[in-house]
């Protein structure tokens, strides 16, 4: 069987390549439609990510390194792609722990979630054997009981009289997890599983934040109708995957869109 990447490299942002990679997809960006601006939780998503890569400094020595530079191969074609990790931790030169960091409402975005570290796991194995995953997911309103979950269902269909309801109420957290055998939760670090074929998660609530962070440092003003964009089961675009080939790629898919959110969160920071 043919492998799908080859020739991966972590490195820092300041890695000649890769900021060449960069200022290339600033030429390929620059005819394409404008970035929407980014909505309130996506701006609480980046400030949550912040505080909790502190959190993990605080206990663990954080790596600058990363991006992971690889190719993915596509029959004879071989793309080159950059994935932007949220928290790296190298234990020693043959271990790697690698943190995906994800503020979320919905229980089923556990399963992209991990759907990316395997990706990721799959290709650090090439540079470190042992490759341990975690993740820290943030919950901003994820359905804890099925009585929860049926007054969500409820809510949306209120506040949505013109669009045909789902058909089904929102999972719950104990839904999701019970049918990903290789997730175990855990309440601190020291906790987390040893065995790097499993996946380790650790829940933090908007409070948790709240305490690391303070409030005044956080955008909570979420508009009652805005939704979480995009579907954790059917969208495929991850979005610190970034890609280099003779097609443009589209917004999800390169490191510029990227930067031009972060600056955009920065001035709505400001």
Same mark, same amino acid.
């Given at each position: 069987?043919?492998?799908?990447? $080859?020739?991966? =490299?972590? *490195?820092?942002?300041?890695?000649? &390549?890769?900021?060449?990679?960069? @200022?290339?997809?600033?030429? #390929? +960006? $620059?005819?394409? =439609?404008? *970035?929407?601006?980014?909505?309130? &939780?996506?701006?609480?998503?980046? @400030?949550?990510?912040?505080? #909790? +890569?502190?959190?993990?400094?605080?206990?663990?020595?954080?790596?600058? &390194?990363?991006?992971?530079?690889?190719?993915?191969?596509?029959?004879?074609?071989?793309?080159?792609?950059?994935?932007?990790?949220?928290?790296?931790?190298?234990?020693?030169?043959?271990?790697?722990?690698?943190?995906?960091?994800?503020?979320?409402?919905?229980?089923?975005?556990?399963?992209?979630?991990?759907?990316?570290?395997?990706?990721?796991?799959?290709?650090?194995?090439?540079?470190?054997?042992?490759?341990?995953?975690?993740?820290?997911?943030?919950?901003?309103?994820?359905?804890?009981?099925?009585?929860?979950?049926?007054?969500?269902?409820?809510?949306?269909?209120?506040?949505?009289?013109?669009?045909?309801?789902?058909?089904?109420?929102?999972?719950?957290?104990?839904?999701?997890?019970?049918?990903?055998?290789?997730?175990?939760?855990?309440?601190?670090?020291?906790?987390?599983?040893?065995?790097?074929?499993?996946?380790?998660?650790?829940?933090?609530?908007?409070?948790?934040?709240?305490?690391?962070?303070?409030?005044?440092?956080?955008?909570?003003?979420?508009?009652?109708?805005?939704?979480?964009?995009?579907?954790?089961?059917?969208?495929?675009?991850?979005?610190?995957?970034?890609?280099?080939?003779?097609?443009?790629?589209?917004?999800?898919?390169?490191?510029?869109?990227?930067?031009?959110?972060?600056?955009?969160?920065?001035?709505?920071?400001?």
């Amino acid at each position: 069987m043919t492998t799908r990447f $080859s020739r991966p =490299r972590l *490195i820092d942002e300041t890695d000649q &390549r890769y900021r060449a990679h960069v @200022e290339q997809m600033k030429l #390929l +960006r $620059s005819n394409q =439609r404008a *970035i929407r601006p980014p909505r309130t &939780r996506d701006l609480f998503g980046s @400030e949550a990510e912040a505080a #909790l +890569r502190d959190w993990l400094a605080q206990q663990i020595t954080l790596s600058e &390194r990363r991006i992971v530079e690889y190719l993915e191969h596509r029959g004879r074609q071989a793309v080159t792609k950059y994935r932007e990790l949220d928290a790296v931790w190298i234990l020693d030169p043959k271990t790697i722990h690698v943190f995906e960091i994800k503020a979320s409402m919905k229980a089923a975005s556990l399963r992209r979630a991990i759907r990316q570290l395997r990706d990721t796991q799959t290709i650090l194995r090439m540079l470190f054997p042992k490759v341990h995953t975690t993740i820290l997911l943030v919950d901003t309103g994820i359905p804890q009981t099925p009585e929860e979950s049926a007054a969500q269902l409820a809510e949306w269909i209120a506040t949505h009289p013109d669009r045909p309801p789902p058909n089904e109420p929102p999972p719950t957290l104990a839904d999701v997890l019970a049918n990903l055998p290789q997730v175990r939760r855990a309440d601190s670090l020291a906790a987390l599983p040893d065995d790097p074929e499993l996946v380790g998660l650790i829940r933090f609530s908007v409070d948790d934040i709240i305490a690391l962070a303070g409030a005044e440092n956080l955008h909570l003003d979420w508009d009652e109708d805005e939704e979480e964009e995009g579907d954790a089961e059917t969208s495929e675009a991850a979005p610190y995957i970034y890609s280099s080939s003779e097609s443009e790629p589209d917004e999800e898919d390169n490191p510029l869109a990227a930067a031009l959110r972060k600056a955009m969160e920065d001035r709505a920071r400001g």
